[in-house]
């Protein structure tokens, strides 16, 4: 079975400039989640989503992030304009209920703001 | 602020030896602990998880020793082989509150040959 797919792997971008990652969870599982890891911080949840409905949105940093889930088999985060300190690791997870017990995460998008 | 905290930050230990790794929490209305483990350029995976109303959960070589009196948990990894080097984290989360995982910093294991 396929996992949670991200893309891109990587990418590096330069300040000032939009960036979309995509993520396409588990089929069947109905919860969808942001997480991004850095050293300082580690793994904080950005936001997350049940049946495609955003629920918590808390963790967002900033207006400069949004997050979208159009339907049950994809989801964007973007950053309008970027930054340096949002050079990080993104994850998207996915989970088969909205209790969120058992999630499974992708390989995450390695992000890097010059 | 910190609501879960994990310790050490790294640890070493022989081949065959026993791993253990520490958190603790302040939210008394956490109700699920799952430990998760990260391999380099990899996302985190579910390895073991407890529920407050048992006091030890084992997996194989992985055992969780829960405390619910002190808030407490801990994660037992015997005879412990080069292939469990990775980072490993403790979280915690309210049932009520959907994917909303707090994860403890991380635990940076190497098991030497």
């Known amino acids: 079975d396929a996992g949670v797919i991200q893309s891109p792997r990587h990418e590096v971008t330069e300040m000032g400039q939009e960036v979309t990652l995509r993520c396409k969870p588990i089929?069947?599982?109905?919860?969808l989640f942001w997480y991004r890891q850095t050293m300082m911080r580690g793994l904080e949840l950005l936001i997350y989503?049940?049946?495609?409905?955003?629920?918590?949105d808390s963790g967002m940093p900033e207006d400069r992030f949004s997050a979208k889930m159009p339907n049950a088999s994809f989801s964007t985060l973007k950053i309008q304009p970027s930054e340096p300190r949002d050079s990080a690791v993104y994850f998207c997870?996915?989970?088969?209920?909205?209790?969120?017990?058992?999630?499974?995460f992708g390989e995450g998008s390695w992000l890097t703001v010059v | 602020q910190q609501q879960v905290k994990q310790s050490p930050q790294s640890l070493i230990v022989q081949k065959g030896g026993i791993s253990i790794i520490n958190c603790a929490y302040e939210?008394?209305?956490?109700?699920?602990f799952p430990w998760y483990q990260q391999f380099p350029g990899k996302g985190p995976a579910l390895l073991i998880a407890?529920?407050?109303?048992?006091s030890e959960k084992k997996e194989g070589r992985f055992t969780i020793s829960f405390n619910k009196s002190a808030k407490q948990f801990s994660l037992h990894i015997m005879d412990s082989q080069p292939g469990d080097s990775a980072t490993y984290f403790c979280?915690?989360?309210?049932?009520?509150?959907?994917?909303?995982?707090?994860f403890g910093q991380g635990t940076e294991l190497s098991v030497k040959p």
């Open positions: 997870a996915s989970s088969p209920g909205s209790s969120g017990n058992t999630i499974y």
């Open positions: 089929s069947g599982h109905n919860s």
């Open positions: 989503f049940n049946n495609n409905v955003p629920i918590d």
């Open positions: 939210n008394t209305a956490f109700d699920y």
């Open positions: 407890i529920r407050p109303d048992v």
């Open positions: 979280a915690a989360i309210r049932n009520n509150q959907g994917g909303k995982l707090i």
